[in-house]
Structures are given as structure tokens and as C-alpha cells.
């Protein structure tokens, strides 16, 4: 009989957790995490007693792969739909409702968008001129803007597409790849003259969410975003999920499952290098500082930077290509207040949350309303806000500390909502070089990543660098990852 192989999962995230788990029926798998806890990115903090996600707080449905994870879990029942839906945008002096007809964030009901004032109506007839000009010239990956500026102008990247979709991973529309971060998209674009036109005639329920990505900072997408009952009463499915007790639970279960099924996780373990280990039975050896850790096969599925650093000396164009997908770090302020210490006429209509495009030059990128999305993570009586904070080639909050920073996001909150009380209590989570930019060539980036790693033999890479930022995506990720490492295994 075949000995079982080991497999070691570097990186305890969603991505690393899934993959831990599909191998687990057949090989022996030890999950290597650096932090003193798994889940990554997923996670849930405390505001005034309330659990609150610092990090991810819902995932988008379409793909099915989140919800289908939390069922076979035991999550089902905590799934949760937000309570809100659409969301506004900071735009000509003050908050306004976001239009309908977005398709992430590009409009195809003119009228609705005209007569919504998100943009002047100079701006509205030049985004109608999409309809009349002649093709655009594209070649190679152009990037967001280079494809929606050119056709519908500068006003509707700057307030719509560049928040709604460059919002998704705290990016800048003028480098992100339209192929890459928005697929369905440019899919729906391809060969075809007419942006707008292009997507009236998509077929229905083709959806106006990102593919990789899991919609507005906010969760809201301008369009349908995200009502519903989970459980399906209310006969539409919503476009987002969340958890009742906090996104932290999916990763709890996670790891449970994993150590159910005979998964090691071991965590406060850095993996620093990767290497051949030398010997037929033993082929990669991981040295986590004077631990030399033996395996048959290995998932990577740290960010992309983390796999440039363990791939340095074994594989250095390896590391290279990995090491060239940038990262933004973003930041996430929670502040309470009392009801009354609210002005309601500013908040009342903006949906989920509040976008703020760059053009403002503020830190503060997207205002969520918590207490209204998701009213388990507020006290009777009390208001919470999420503010998310930084941008690709904004580092500005990154080097504030905790005070500056909160004395920051409160002067642009009372800029944006005229909101001057003291809060009741604020919780600051900082994630550095957390959101990875699928800049211009980032999809033959992708391509010399997989077949350099074809060429390495058992070992696969997994997570939100390559294929997808969102959940969802993860969890497919760390699907695939698996997978590939067994048939490679087999062979
Ligand atoms: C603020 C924020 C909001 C978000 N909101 C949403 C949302 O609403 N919906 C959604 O679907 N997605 C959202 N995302 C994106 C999503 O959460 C992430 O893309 C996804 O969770 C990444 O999963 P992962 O497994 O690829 O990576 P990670 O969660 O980054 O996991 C990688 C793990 O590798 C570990 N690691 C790194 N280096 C080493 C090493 N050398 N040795 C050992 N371990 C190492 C890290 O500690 C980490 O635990 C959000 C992300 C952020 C930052």
C-alpha cells in the first residue's frame, strides 16, 4: 500500500483553510500560519460589546462557492442577508443616492443617471456620446480608464466606476486591468463598439457584481445590491451574504472542520523558505526559522509578496513575477454613537454606505452603515459606522497612529456628514499590504506564475494575488490548488 503523502498549506486563510481541508481525505496536511490565530483576513472585533467585521463582512452569491462552504459547515443558519440596500457617492458638494441602472458603477439608464445629479449634465450628455462614437482603438490590457473614460468620460470614472469598481480592491481604475478586475464585464464588452449598449443587451441575470471581486467596500453596488432574505422567503436571492455571529466564524469553523478531518494548523509559524528537499522520499523541505518542516507537496497560499520571499532562493523569476503584484494598504475605522448624535437627513437615503472618489482627496474611501447593513453589530439606541480608509498610492493613513488617524477620519466625517459628536468608542484595524492591484498585465502575469510553477512540480499557489480577491474566489482558489497538487501527486 502507497504511503499517504504530506502536504504542507502555507498560510492559514480562507484560501489555505479550503485547500487544507480538500486534501485532507487523502494526504496528511499541516497548515503553516504565521499569526497566533487562523483566518486572515476574516475578521470579526468587538465594538461596545456587538461582534463587528474588521476585515470582509459579506461575500457575494453568485459563484455559490461561499454559501455552499458555510452550509456544508453548519453555518446555514446564520447566513444573513444585509438589511440595506443600494448605497450613495460624496459627489458635487454633497452625499447622493447612488442611480439605478449601475452596472459596477457604469450606467446604461441614462435618463436615471442624469437626473440623479451624481454628475452635472454636461457630463451626462458626454457619457451618452458612448452611444454614437466611433470604436475606440483598444490594444493590449488597457486599464479601467482607459476603456470607460474613453467612452462615457472622465465625470463617470471618476464618481461611479472608479469608487464601485476600483473601490472593490481599494485600487486606482487608471492601472487596474478592466480584464482582470472586471471579467463579466469586459466579456460582456468584448468586440463590441457601445459600452452601455453592450450591456442593455446582456442577457438578464448576467448581474452587475464583480466576478473576482465582492462589489463596494460597502457590499452595496448601486443597483441591486444586496436585499433579500437568506433563507429565500422573499423569493429573490440576495446578492450578498453575511454571518450572523461575524465573517471570524466562517474561519472558526474552517479550522474545526480541518482539525476534525486530522489537519494540523499550526499557527505563530512563519514559513521562510522553500526548498528541494534533496531526496526521493522527501522533495521539498519548508524552514519555518530552526524548524525544517518535510513535505510531498505544497500550497502556497500567503499574499503574493510572502510567496516571493519563500520562493527568493529556489526559484527567483518565480519570486520575481510574484513579487511584482502590488498591494494596497487599506484601514478600517469603527465609531458608535448615540442615535440622537446622528444627523438623520444626511444618512437617511444613503443606502449602505457612502463612496468617496479620489478626486476628493480625502483618506476616507467609503463610509458603511454598519448598525443599518447588519443591526446585530449595534446597541439599541446606537449608530455605527465603518469607515474604510487608503488607497492604492494613498499611504496617508497608514502613517498616522491610531489617534491621528482617528482624529483624521472624524474631521472628514464631519467634511462629508456634518457630524460633530465626541464617539461613544472607536476600534482602529489596520491591513497592510492587504488588497493585491490586478494592474495592467496581470492576467500574463498570472499565466508565467502558473507555468513557472507547472515546472517546479507538487506545488500549487492559492489565494486573492491571482485569480480573484473576493471570498468566494478564495474559496475556489484554495479548491483548485488542492486538486492540482493531488493529481501531481498521483502522477
Ligand atoms: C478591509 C478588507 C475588506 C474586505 N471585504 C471583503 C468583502 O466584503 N467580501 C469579500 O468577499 N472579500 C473582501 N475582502 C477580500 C478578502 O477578505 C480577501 O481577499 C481574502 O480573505 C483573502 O484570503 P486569502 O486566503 O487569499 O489570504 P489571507 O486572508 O491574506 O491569508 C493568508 C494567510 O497567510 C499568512 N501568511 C503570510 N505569510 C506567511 C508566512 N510566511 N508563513 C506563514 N503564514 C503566512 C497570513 O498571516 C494569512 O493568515 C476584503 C479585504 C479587506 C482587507
Request: aromatic share 2%; with cysteine.
Amino acid at each position: 500500500m502507497s504511503r499517504r503523502r504530506r502536504v504542507l498549506v502555507v498560510g492559514g486563510g480562507v484560501a489555505g483553510l479550503v485547500a487544507a481541508r480538500a486534501l485532507s481525505a487523502r494526504c496528511d496536511v499541516v497548515v503553516v500560519e504565521r499569526e497566533p490565530t487562523a483566518g486572515g483576513k476574516l475578521a470579526t472585533g468587538e465594538l461596545r460589546g456587538r461582534p463587528l467585521d474588521l476585515g470582509p463582512d459579506s461575500f457575494l452569491t453568485r459563484s455559490g462557492a461561499g454559501e455552499r462552504l458555510c452550509r456544508e459547515l453548519g453555518l446555514g443558519d446564520e447566513l444573513v442577508a444585509p438589511a440595506t440596500s443600494g448605497a450613495s457617492v460624496l459627489a458635487r458638494g454633497r452625499v447622493r443616492p447612488l442611480p439605478p441602472g449601475l452596472v459596477l458603477g457604469v450606467p446604461i439608464d441614462l435618463l436615471a443617471l442624469l437626473r440623479s445629479g451624481v454628475i452635472g449634465p454636461s457630463a451626462a450628455v458626454r457619457a451618452a456620446a458612448d452611444l454614437v462614437m466611433p470604436a475606440s482603438p483598444r490594444s493590449g490590457d488597457p486599464t479601467i480608464a482607459d476603456v470607460v473614460g474613453r467612452r462615457l468620460g472622465r465625470s463617470v470614472l471618476e464618481t461611479l466606476v472608479d469608487p464601485l469598481l476600483g473601490g472593490i480592491n481599494a485600487g486606482d481604475s487608471r492601472r487596474l486591468s478592466f480584464a482582470a478586475t472586471a471579467p463579466t464585464l469586459a466579456a460582456a464588452v468584448a468586440g463590441r463598439r457601445s459600452l452601455v449598449a453592450a450591456l442593455r443587451s446582456r442577457p438578464r441575470g448576467a448581474g452587475s457584481h464583480p466576478e473576482r471581486g465582492f462589489g463596494a467596500p460597502d457590499g452595496g453596488s448601486g443597483s441591486d445590491g444586496g436585499s433579500g432574505s437568506a433563507t429565500g422567503s422573499s423569493g429573490s436571492r440576495p446578492a450578498f451574504l453575511g454571518l450572523g455571529g461575524g465573517i471570524a466564524s466562517l474561519a472558526e469553523h474552517l479550522v474545526d472542520d480541518c482539525v476534525r478531518r486530522g489537519v494540523v494548523v499550526r499557527t505563530s509559524t512563519s514559513a521562510d523558505t522553500l526548498e528541494r528537499g534533496g531526496e526521493p522520499l522527501v522533495p521539498w523541505r519548508l524552514r519555518c526559522g530552526e524548524e525544517v518542516l518535510p513535505a510531498d507537496g505544497v500550497v502556497l497560499a500567503v499574499p503574493a509578496s510572502s510567496a516571493a520571499s519563500l520562493l527568493a532562493e529556489l526559484d527567483p523569476t518565480l519570486a520575481g513575477e510574484c513579487g511584482a503584484i502590488p498591494y494596497a494598504d487599506v484601514v478600517t475605522v469603527a465609531l458608535a454613537w448615540p442615535d440622537a448624535a446622528i444627523p438623520r437627513v444626511v444618512l437617511e437615503g444613503a443606502g449602505s454606505g457612502i463612496l468617496v472618489p479620489r478626486p476628493s482627496g480625502r483618506l476616507v474611501t467609503a463610509i458603511t452603515r454598519t448598525s443599518a447593513k447588519w443591526p446585530r453589530a449595534a446597541n439599541p439606541g446606537e449608530t455605527v459606522l465603518r469607515v474604510s480608509a487608503g488607497r492604492d498610492g494613498d499611504l496617508r493613513p497608514s502613517g498616522l497612529d491610531d489617534d491621528a488617524l482617528v482624529a483624521a477620519v472624524r474631521a472628514e466625517l464631519l467634511a462629508i456628514l456634518g457630524l460633530t459628536a465626541e464617539p461613544l468608542a472607536t476600534v482602529v484595524r489596520r491591513w497592510p499590504t492587504s488588497l493585491p492591484q490586478y494592474v495592467s498585465g496581470h492576467l500574463d502575469r498570472v499565466r508565467r506564475i502558473e507555468e513557472r510553477a507547472a515546472g517546479l512540480g507538487t506545488v500549487a499557489f492559492a489565494g486573492a494575488a491571482y485569480g480573484g480577491i473576493g471570498i468566494p474566489a478564495c474559496i475556489e482558489s484554495g479548491e483548485r490548488a488542492a486538486a492540482s497538487v493531488e493529481v501531481l501527486l498521483g502522477k
